[in-house]
């Protein structure tokens, strides 16, 4: 018995597009009816110099995974992929005249140092994009601008972009999983929204910080890989409040691990920061009621040899050496006030544990432990 489609103005069109039977990748988007429909791209490299623009909603951008690349050739700071209502280019979009559900997959998008955005969306609800490359790019690799309802990014390769890797700007309920970034600016950029839900990701090598989050009330960090910044790991900032870090591996982060710069009623618990050389955390002035907790801070310490030597290798090097560059930090406090710092392990530590800077207030400390290591 054959499936029954319904048509109606409330339910989304069954059209079907094929963008190799038409001359440009643009001719086919605009073929989309209205009420939507799916958009499928062959494989193929397609070089384009403006932007292509998705301009209805209930609709779905599918390739090949990356058999289908999007070149963007433009110079001026265009995104390759622009989604926006048509009547509403470069403006607010009132709630009801917004855009809602679509969906880009399983494509590849590059670009070059004078683009933009490998895909850019503005005031669309319910974007969801899935199983997308973004490289190269001269702006950020996806930036979603007042996405407000329920955006979603998983399972995409974000790497080698000017600026983030993901940048979300004014969203709600957002979800962040499962993706890969890679020498961006910054990894994932997070401000003015509420509610980012962001898990399971692996963030490595970025010339900046991995994760900024301002103004964003609300929210969750937790089981992210974030290796090797140039800044810092975390950063929270302007007036941020009801953020929870937990069971993330922050590892040899140049900077430090997780900046707490204006962050209130906060929780950073079961973290491993393993050397990370100059600052584990810190919690400065303008920060307080926040709670530090069953963190691990250590070096590369991995054992003793029979006779005792504690060793950062297999090959017995003994591990308090000049050559040695796998250093471990604590706690760094300034001016804060209203803290709790328990059941944290410190081990192998180049400074102190908790060093306080100024005038701290209302700190707790307790149930911690520490443990030094002596190379004979």
């Given at each position: 018995?054959?499936?029954?489609?319904?048509?109606?103005?409330?339910?989304?069109?069954?059209?079907?597009?094929?963008?190799?039977?038409?001359?440009?990748?643009?001719?086919?988007?605009?073929?989309?009816?209205?009420?939507?429909?799916?958009?499928?791209?062959?494989?193929?490299?397609?070089?384009?110099?403006?932007?292509?623009?998705?301009?209805?909603?209930?609709?779905?951008?599918?390739?090949?995974?990356?058999?289908?690349?999007?070149?963007?050739?433009?110079?001026?700071?265009?995104?390759?992929?622009?989604?926006?209502?048509?009547?509403?280019?470069?403006?607010?979009?009132?709630?009801?005249?917004?855009?809602?559900?679509?969906?880009?997959?399983?494509?590849?998008?590059?670009?070059?140092?004078?683009?933009?955005?490998?895909?850019?969306?503005?005031?669309?609800?319910?974007?969801?994009?899935?199983?997308?490359?973004?490289?190269?790019?001269?702006?950020?690799?996806?930036?979603?601008?007042?996405?407000?309802?329920?955006?979603?990014?998983?399972?995409?390769?974000?790497?080698?972009?000017?600026?983030?890797?993901?940048?979300?700007?004014s969203c709600h309920d957002i979800i962040v999983s499962a993706n890969q970034f890679e020498e961006n600016q910054d990894g994932v950029r997070c401000v003015?929204?509420?509610?980012?839900?962001?898990?399971?990701?692996?963030?490595?090598?970025?010339?900046?910080?991995?994760?900024?989050?301002?103004?964003?009330?609300?929210?969750?960090?937790?089981?992210?890989?974030?290796?090797?910044?140039?800044?810092?790991?975390?950063?929270?900032?302007?007036?941020?409040?009801?953020?929870?870090?937990?069971?993330?591996?922050?590892?040899?982060?140049?900077?430090?691990?997780?900046?707490?710069?204006?962050?209130?009623?906060?929780?950073?618990?079961?973290?491993?920061?393993?050397?990370?050389?100059?600052?584990?955390i810190a919690v400065r002035s303008q920060s307080g009621s926040i709670t530090i907790s069953a963190n691990n801070f250590s070096d590369s310490w991995i054992g003793r040899t029979a006779d005792g030597v504690a060793v950062t290798?297999?090959?017995?090097?003994?591990?308090?050496?000049?050559?040695?560059?796998?250093?471990?930090?604590?706690?760094?406090?300034?001016?804060?006030?209203?803290?709790?710092?328990?059941?944290?392990?410190?081990?192998?530590?180049?400074?102190?544990?908790?060093?306080?800077?100024?005038?701290?207030?209302?700190?707790?400390?307790?149930?911690?432990?520490?443990?030094?290591?002596?190379?004979?």
């Amino acid at each position: 018995m054959p499936l029954l489609c319904l048509a109606s103005e409330a339910v989304a069109s069954d059209a079907v597009i094929n963008a190799g039977d038409f001359k440009s990748l643009q001719e086919a988007a605009d073929a989309i009816p209205v009420t939507g429909g799916v958009l499928r791209i062959p494989p193929g490299t397609y070089e384009i110099t403006q932007p292509l623009h998705i301009k209805t909603g209930d609709t779905r951008v599918e390739g090949y995974g990356s058999g289908t690349t999007i070149v963007n050739k433009n110079s001026d700071g265009k995104p390759a992929i622009l989604i926006e209502h048509p009547d509403f280019v470069g403006k607010s979009v009132a709630s009801k005249d917004r855009l809602w559900r679509v969906n880009i997959a399983n494509l590849r998008v590059t670009g070059n140092p004078n683009s933009g955005a490998g895909i850019e969306a503005r005031y669309i609800e319910e974007i969801f994009i899935q199983g997308v490359s973004s490289s190269y790019n001269g702006g950020d690799g996806i930036n979603l601008y007042f996405c407000y309802e329920d955006p979603r990014i998983s399972d995409c390769l974000l790497t080698y972009n000017k600026r983030s890797g993901l940048a979300i700007d004014s969203c709600h309920d957002i979800i962040v999983s499962a993706n890969q970034f890679e020498e961006n600016q910054d990894g994932v950029r997070c401000v003015d929204s509420f509610n980012l839900a962001m898990s399971g990701n692996n963030l490595d090598d970025h010339l900046g910080d991995g994760v900024v989050i301002e103004n964003t009330y609300g929210s969750v960090v937790a089981s992210n890989m974030i290796e090797e910044c140039q800044g810092w790991a975390i950063v929270i900032d302007r007036d941020c409040y009801g953020i929870t870090m937990s069971a993330n591996v922050i590892a040899h982060e140049f900077t430090g691990g997780i900046d707490l710069r204006d962050a209130h009623g906060c929780a950073i618990s079961a973290n491993t920061f393993t050397i990370v050389k100059k600052v584990g955390i810190a919690v400065r002035s303008q920060s307080g009621s926040i709670t530090i907790s069953a963190n691990n801070f250590s070096d590369s310490w991995i054992g003793r040899t029979a006779d005792g030597v504690a060793v950062t290798k297999r090959d017995n090097t003994p591990s308090k050496t000049e050559q040695n560059p796998n250093e471990a930090t604590g706690i760094l406090l300034e001016n804060c006030e209203a803290l709790v710092i328990s059941g944290n392990l410190f081990s192998g530590l180049v400074g102190k544990a908790v060093d306080q800077v100024g005038q701290c207030r209302k700190v707790l400390i307790n149930g911690n432990a520490m443990q030094e290591f002596d190379a004979e």
